[in-house]
């Protein structure tokens, strides 16, 4: 469905100089900084499939979805979407995919929501019959009706990602473009969005690219991820792929006298470990230790802290899928 | 066509209907707007009574090619307000993603998401003063000239969404060209009067550079029986077409360029 091949994209600004003189000088200098925000990037996705897209701000998320979308032209490199190269097809493109861009709204804003829909449909030339059955199932989904009359403007938050989401929806599209659709929502709203996400591609079997920063978005909705940062990817593969790879990570938190007393590097020596396996750091006077279950028993670890300091109070944990992505982030762990 | 018409109907159905949203403000526009335009003519024809003749020109020949001027202006008003926003804050802000994810053509739709209701205003006076002038002309309006006259006008306007939408297109590079833009418009001013009364560079620069001559006073002398047919209709078309070709090429090539905004 989707064949990303080899993209780069670079942005030019002219270099700018701080201050009132910084910025007169601006105006007559042609000095340029490039910055690449999309580095040599490559990935296919099937249809029907949910790929979430998610790295550091700034990494490249926006970007790569701007190209696919068609918004933006890559600097080099090729996109094919349902065979169509969309930057350069953008009408027709257009026919096949939806967007939701969390940030920013795209319904009418003065007019009430059912306004929105009624020109969609003409946009997109939607038929009476596709239109209402369509209509039922988006309002029964995303529970539009109670805000339909209500002008886009005096939604609420929640309200607006979900009739977002449904004017994405109403022409069907092949592919579905979710750029941080449950940002700002609270818990219980954004149970529902996932929900509605879920159900829109089981229903239509619609290949769903979401970005996010809310991990919980992606343990509820995605079998694959794709990571990136810095324009460069990072990690292709499965949730679970990540799970049982660091699935055997345990987190100490530990209440000591003095949480400074013990040290990684003793340990780590001992039974050569590297710092992937064992680390650890005191966060408000608690001693927090990562280890690999399968490299250095629990035991041990605590026998030394036993060794050097008084305990008070301790728990264990699995550690946080959260965690770990973080770590990819910072390239703490070695992906290959 | 038929497409685009309804599309072009239905999307400024939707903005009528936003203006009707805020209906205070709607309706104060609306009286300040007939005020404007009431005090615009009082104006205009305090000072044309004292100024019997001008250059070889007679008093209701400068008010016609004053009038004629209104209407191409007043047309590309109608439609193309946008490209003012565009020039502003579309680009700058990254609000014109929007019009790149319809399918639709994005010029197209970019007119079609907003009209200016003042530029009824515009060509109301324009159809006043232009008849006013007729009446008092002995003026020969057969066939030809009627078909002259709209297709004159209409070339007028495709000039004047041209030269905006060249200016305007910058902003794809420039992020904001408003006032460029600005200046460029402001140039049509010196289009509504005889421009034999200008210097030879002036002439030129708005003849060839920006052709605002071709929006009023060309097509104007030619009613007035001071020009060829050849120069004030079919020159006319012929810098419509070629301006609109040179903008829309410039905004093609602006659509490549275009960088959106970061989140």
């Known amino acids: ?336 | 066509m038929k497409r685009f018409i309804r599309l072009y109907t239905k999307l400024s159905a939707q903005y009528l209907k936003t203006l009707l949203e805020y209906r205070t403000d709607f309706i104060i526009g609306l009286i300040a707007f007939f005020f404007i335009q009431g005090f615009g003519i009082a104006f205009l024809f305090m000072v044309f009574q004292n100024i019997p003749n001008l250059n070889g020109w007679s008093f209701y020949e400068v008010l016609f090619i004053y009038g004629f001027a209104n209407l191409p202006r007043a047309l590309d008003h109608l439609v193309t307000d946008n490209l003012w926003i565009l020039a502003g804050r579309i680009i700058v802000r990254g609000e014109f993603d929007k019009y790149l994810l319809r399918p639709m053509n994005p010029l197209f739709y970019l007119f079609a998401d907003r009209f200016q209701p003042d530029a009824f205003g515009e060509l109301i006076v324009g159809i006043l003063l232009v008849v006013t002038a007729l009446t008092k002309l002995s003026l020969h309006i057969g066939l030809i000239e009627i078909v002259g006259f709209i297709i004159a006008v209409l070339a007028g306007a495709v000039i004047y969404t041209s030269i905006k939408l060249i200016f305007a297109s910058l902003a794809f590079w420039m992020k904001r060209s408003q006032s460029i833009l600005f200046v460029a418009y402001q140039m049509a001013n010196f289009t509504k009067y005889p421009m034999t009364i200008y210097n030879k560079v002036i002439n030129i620069f708005l003849t060839f550079i920006i052709p605002f001559a071709f929006t009023a006073f060309i097509p104007a002398s030619w009613l007035l029986g001071r020009e060829s047919f050849a120069y004030g209709v079919l020159a006319t078309c012929g810098v419509a077409a070629v301006f609109f070709a040179g903008g829309y090429a410039l905004w093609n090539a602006g659509l490549k360029s275009y960088e959106s905004a970061g989140n």
């Open chain 1, 1 to 336: 469905m989707i064949e990303v091949r080899d993209i780069i994209k670079d942005f030019s600004s002219v270099k700018r100089q701080p201050g009132l003189m910084g910025s007169i000088k601006t105006l007559f200098s042609r000095e340029y900084t490039h910055k690449r925000a999309v580095d040599h990037m490559s990935f296919s996705v099937d249809r029907g499939e949910v790929v979430g897209y998610i790295g550091p701000n700034g990494a490249g998320k926006s970007t790569t979805i701007k190209m696919m979308t068609g918004i933006l032209v890559p600097t080099s490199g090729n996109i094919q979407v349902d065979g169509i190269t969309p930057y350069e097809q953008r009408q027709k493109n257009a026919m096949n995919i939806g967007v939701v861009f969390g940030q920013r709204t795209q319904l009418w804003w003065d007019l009430p929501v059912r306004e929105t829909f009624s020109i969609l449909k003409e946009i997109y030339n939607v038929n009476d019959a596709d239109y209402k059955k369509r209509m039922s199932f988006l309002g029964e989904v995303l529970e539009l009706e109670p805000f339909l009359a209500t002008p886009v403007r005096s939604l609420s938050l929640g309200q607006r990602m979900r009739a977002d989401l449904a004017a994405a929806m109403i022409h069907n599209p092949k592919v579905l473009y979710l750029d941080e659709p449950t940002i700002g929502l609270d818990v219980v709203v954004k149970e529902n969005v996932r929900q509605a996400i879920k159900q829109l591609n089981a229903e239509f079997n619609t290949t769903v690219i979401l970005t996010t920063h809310d991990l919980s978005d992606i343990e509820e909705l995605c079998k694959r991820i794709i990571i990136i940062d810095n324009g460069r990817k990072v990690y292709d593969g499965t949730l679970a792929e990540i799970k049982s790879r660091f699935g055997t990570m345990r987190r100490l938190e530990l209440k000591v006298k003095n949480p400074y007393a013990f040290k990684a590097e003793p340990l780590r020596a001992k039974y050569g470990l590297s710092g992937d396996e064992l680390s650890c750091e005191v966060v408000d006077g608690q001693l927090n230790i990562e280890l690999d279950r399968n490299r250095i028993g629990i035991q041990e670890v605590i026998n030394e802290v036993l060794a050097k300091t008084e305990l008070v109070d301790m728990s264990l944990f699995e550690t946080k899928i959260e965690e770990i992505i973080k770590k990819i982030y910072r390239n703490e762990v070695n992906m290959e």
